[in-house]
């Protein structure tokens, strides 16, 4: 086995791993570095100090679990619900939903980490109303199609994490066409 990767992204990832099963307080230098089997040396190669690393991952978790879709032009032209499910599928297959209750958790208590979710939930939201308007709907309808779309993708691998993947599947994409058929 060789040495650990010694890479910012690396410890980012672990530091997301911590906030997801321990929440922010576990989420420490010397706890980080012990995991990796580095000295806490190598963390400081990477960051500043623990403050410098909790802005990173707040950075790391809008880019790479958010920005990954809301800002892809793949999303933005063509036929807007075949967008919405590519987008909804890439979302549950890359797991970018993995640590939305940690981020939402740490946003409840810091100030900083509240700004950060704040601003990913408005940029899903005009993404996902943008693709409902690009549809045809309008107004309440619009805006009620985004909210159930945005709880839904939020929270639901939370609450069915034991079902298979492929009914995961299956229930997204009728709650896909549910959500994005127009009523004649």
Request: charged fraction near 30%; proline fraction near 2%; hydrophobic fraction near 40%.
């Amino acid at each position: 086995m060789g040495k650990p990767s010694l890479d910012r992204e690396a410890w980012l990832i672990r530091a997301l791993e911590v906030l997801l099963h321990e929440g922010v307080q576990g989420v420490r230098v010397e706890r980080l570095a012990r995991d990796r089997g580095v000295t806490k040396g190598s963390f400081y190669w990477h960051f500043q100090d623990r403050e410098d690393l909790l802005k990173a991952i707040l950075d790391y978790w809008s880019d790479r679990y958010n920005a990954v879709i809301t800002e892809d032009p793949e999303f933005q032209q063509g036929d807007a619900a075949a967008a919405l499910l590519s987008a909804m599928k890439r979302v549950r297959e890359e797991g970018l939903d993995k640590y939305e209750l940690a981020m939402r958790a740490w946003a409840a208590h810091d100030a900083a980490a509240a700004r950060v979710v704040r601003k990913a939930y408005a940029r899903r939201k005009h993404f996902i109303r943008s693709c409902f308007e690009r549809i045809g709907f309008r107004g309440t309808e619009a805006e009620i199609r985004t909210r159930l779309m945005l709880c839904y993708m939020s929270w639901e691998p939370s609450m069915y994490a034991q079902e298979s993947k492929s009914k995961r599947l299956q229930f997204l994409e009728l709650q896909h066409a549910l959500l994005t058929q127009l009523n004649d």
